[in-house]
């Protein structure tokens, strides 16, 4: 029992730092990467050479593959709102109807699945919520729409970033692991659209828009999970958001739309689509980092949009710069995760865990996941922090698959009351310092989406011999 709880105090530290003290996430990784490495040390769980190879492991992790991919991510949208393509692609999204019902499902739902497809990491809420307002919308009822949506896609976030770290943690096949995420997150994928609904107009804009809903729901899903399911998990959400747009706008009002201008404006994204489709298309031996296919075809597009290199390499700077205290917090928290690993925290955590839940595991592993995302605000960090704890509950292959792949999609509904996300949100509609008013709204669609994640892991490892 000592050792379990002490298994706990590095997570307990991160939770404490960031919800109690509210200390920036890397001060809070960092004291927790702290307390990790002392126990370690004093438990003599591990040799210090060993436990400084880790750390070093997770922190290199971190900065590659991991912070490449999303630097070049965020690098693209830069790259768009630099010559003035993020607008041009606002006023087409804007002009397909007044109906703000519409505008959610489209903006929200079709258009921050892409966004979390192509570079995650908060761009899919702060992006379509900055556009919500730009067109209208109520600054609370936008942050509240783009978290309801933002729950499913972040699996494949980032160009799959989250699931490639999380079949690396867990050992675990890529593809199988995929699939899995793909077919198991169904039932709360499905949900989201019509919550968008609920959120945008109540229970009104669901009675007289569900059919929407339900045209924006096959239209992602359909395209996504044959994505997932045969090419792998750097491209669902960029499929089927793209799929979702495309069905959303042909039932809109496309007699005022620039298809040309649109088509300048979305060079950038389609390049980086059709090198990273490319790159997936040849022998595993022959591709590039995913980074640097990024990086490559975003600057092309730059360029095509008359973006000069010497403009091209300060945004990427300036890119890599923001972004370097987010980075240095995901380094931060892959050492931690590490460390625990080799010093037996881990197992000693999912030990305990089993003894306390038995049969009952599979209905409460989405919350450990949701703990995951709700602390750290990214499905990356959740799955190095719990990815390799949930895998090692199952006795068979079957069985690790199911409980790393519920882990993932926990962390996404965990985001939707996460701290870091909503105060994202609320600056890019203009209302800081109404968060907890938003996560007040939040919180009535939570306990519904992660009843439902828990009830398919339930029927799914039910099925799987779980």
């Given at each position: ?200 107009d109540g229970v009104r804009g669901l009675r007289e828009r569900w059919g929407l809903a339900l045209v924006a729901d096959v239209a992602f899903l359909v395209p996504a999970v044959a994505v997932a399911a045969t090419i792998g998990c750097e491209m ?231």
């Amino acid at each position: 029992m000592t050792r379990f709880l002490l298994s706990c105090v590095p997570v307990a530290v991160l939770v404490a730092a960031l919800t109690g003290l509210r200390l920036p996430a890397w001060k809070a990784a960092l004291a927790a990467f702290a307390v990790c490495v002392a126990e370690a040390l004093a438990m003599r769980a591990a040799p210090a050479r060993d436990v400084a190879l880790c750390a070093a492991n997770g922190a290199a992790t971190g900065l590659f593959p991991i912070g490449l991919v999303i630097v070049a991510a965020l690098f693209t949208y830069a790259v768009a709102r630099d010559s003035g393509a993020m607008a041009e692609i606002r006023a087409g999204l804007s002009s397909l109807s007044d109906d703000r019902r519409y505008l959610a499902l489209l903006i929200a739902w079709g258009f921050g699945n892409f966004m979390e497809g192509m570079a995650g990491f908060g761009t899919a809420v702060a992006i379509p919520c900055a556009i919500m307002v730009g067109v209208g919308f109520d600054p609370m009822k936008a942050v509240l729409c783009c978290l309801v949506a933002n729950t499913t896609p972040t699996a494949f976030g980032s160009v799959g970033v989250p699931t490639l770290v999380l079949a690396k943690e867990t050992a675990l096949d890529p593809g199988r692991l995929t699939s899995a995420i793909a077919f198991l997150q169904l039932a709360t994928t499905s949900l989201s659209p019509f919550l968008v609904l609920l959120a945008a107009d109540g229970v009104r804009g669901l009675r007289e828009r569900w059919g929407l809903a339900l045209v924006a729901d096959v239209a992602f899903l359909v395209p996504a999970v044959a994505v997932a399911a045969t090419i792998g998990c750097e491209m669902p959400n960029v499929f089927g958001g793209i799929a979702a747009m495309a069905a959303l706008a042909f039932m809109g009002d496309r007699s005022r739309i620039d298809f040309r201008r649109q088509a300048w404006a979305w060079t950038p994204f389609a390049l980086v689509v059709a090198a990273l489709g490319a790159s997936a298309a040849l022998p595993a031996r022959w591709r590039a980092s995913p980074g640097f296919v990024i990086f490559a075809a975003a600057a092309a597009g730059g360029l095509v949009q008359r973006v000069r290199p010497a403009r091209l390499l300060a945004l990427a700077w300036e890119t890599a710069r923001r972004y370097a205290g987010a980075i240095s917090t995901i380094c931060l928290v892959l050492a931690v995760a590490k460390v625990m690993g080799a010093a037996g925290m881990t197992q000693c955590l999912a030990d305990g865990l089993a003894a306390a839940t038995g049969r009952w595991y599979p209905a409460v592993s989405p919350m450990v996941g949701a703990l995951g995302g709700f602390v750290t605000g990214s499905g990356t960090s959740s799955n190095v922090l719990f990815g390799a704890l949930q895998a090692s509950m199952g006795s068979t292959e079957a069985e690790r698959i199911v409980f790393a792949a519920s882990n993932v999609m926990g962390a996404g509904i965990g985001k939707m009351i996460c701290p870091q996300s909503i105060v994202l949100g609320c600056a890019a509609a203009g209302i800081a310092g109404r968060e907890s008013e938003v996560m007040k709204k939040a919180l009535a669609y939570f306990p519904f989406v992660l009843a439902a994640a828990c009830a398919s892991t339930a029927a799914w490892a039910a099925l799987r011999g779980a």
